[in-house]
Each structure stands twice: as C-alpha cells, then as structure tokens.
C-alpha cells in the first residue's frame, strides 16, 4: 500500500493534529503525517509533533502582516517543497485564500465544531447554545473558498445537556472530533485519486 504524506496545519496545541498522528501508525492507515506547519512560532503542537517524529515547520503569519496571499503562497511553497499530497486543517485559525483552496481542491479538508450547515464560522457551540438545540455535533468536509461550506465527508453528533456551558459542550465536541477525524481521513485517502 502506498500511503499518501499528510501535512496538518495548525495555529495552537494541535490535539486533532495528535489524534490524526496517533491513527497514521497503524500499518494498514492510507496515509502518513508528513509535517506539521503552524501559523505561530509559540504553537503548543509543535513540540507534540516533533516529540512523535514528525517533521514541523513554521509560517509564521506576523510576518506577512495582511497580505493573505504572500502567507498562502509561502505556506503552498513549504507543503510542496515537503512532497505534501493532502493537507488537513487542525485548529488552523487563518482563512485561506481562494487561490490557495483551488490549488489543493479535493485534497484540503478540515474539522468544524458544529453539524454544519448550521453554525458557521466563529464560536459554533455558543451559537449552538443561544440556538436552544438539543444536539450539536462535528462535520469533517472538504474546504471550498466559502467559510465551511464544502462538502460534508462525514458528522458526529452530540447531544447538548441541561446546564451545558459553551466549555462543557466544546469539550465533549473535542472528544468527538478526535474519534471522526482520524476516521474520515482514512475514508477520503482510501478512495482519493492520484495526485494531478
């Protein structure tokens, strides 16, 4: 089995970047975690990945100040300069830009904290809260140049509590995500086409 190189991009401690390195040592997993690219020098993942041997590299966002596109360029330098054929977002806190989602289409996917398409965008399990559900969950889905609004790959539900707080909610979310994630990369490399 050839297994693809994975890149994770991060921009904090990376625990869905973890849960992904964890699922890629298993021998029959269709990919590999090739490197680890964070948008902060001081990111707490960074060491996590380096402490399992895996390849880390910085981009570090303050030095591009608002040229999006100067960052995004930089970030597609280093990802291909590492032989990167898939790239997963993990708590990434920059929005690519649409240059940037074409030039990975159908191989960038990333983790939102809702059952998307309800609650988009910034702080989805307060506006879950606020919204009076009874269930919250995860989407995995491919990113598109809309704010999570690519196609779903796959959910995880999560029933919201009497007494929830926007932490406890996050918190059994966060459990979830390192359940599905792992899951949903393997079903996306097992059926993705070569690299164009």
């Known amino acids: 089995m050839t297994r693809k190189r994975v890149g994770i991009l991060i921009s904090g401690r ?3 970047m973890q849960a992904l390195i964890k699922a890629a040592r298993a021998d ?8 680890v690219l964070s948008s902060r020098p ?3 993942g960074l060491a996590a990945a380096a402490a399992q041997g895996v390849a880390t590299a910085v981009v570090d966002q303050a030095r591009f100040g608002r040229d999006r596109e100067a960052f995004d360029a ?4 280093v990802l291909t300069t590492a032989g990167i054929e898939f790239v997963c977002l993990a708590g990434f806190m920059r929005i690519l830009t649409a240059g940037f989602v074409r030039r990975w289409e159908g191989r960038l996917i990333n983790i939102h904290p809702s059952l ?3 609650f988009r965008g910034l702080k989805p399990q307060a506006q879950a809260l606020a ?5 919250s969950g995860c989407t995995v889905h491919h990113v598109v140049p809309d704010l999570d609004a690519g196609p779903s790959i796959a959910q995880a539900v999560v029933p919201v509590l009497p007494g929830d707080t926007e932490e406890s909610l996050s918190a059994r979310i ?3 995500e390192h359940r599905l994630y792992p899951e949903a990369l393997r079903a996306v490399l097992s059926q993705a086409s070569p690299k164009p």
Do not use: F, M
């Not at 930089?74 to 330098?77: G, N, Q, T």
């Open 28 to 35: 029959d997993y269709p990919g590999q975690i090739a490197l």
């Open 42 to 44: 001081d990111a707490g």
């Open 131 to 135: 919204a009076g559900v009874s269930v």
């Open 74 to 77: 930089e970030i597609h330098r």
């Open 14 to 16: 990376g625990s869905n």
């Open 116 to 118: 998307l398409p309800a």
């Open 174 to 176: 966060l459990e979830a």
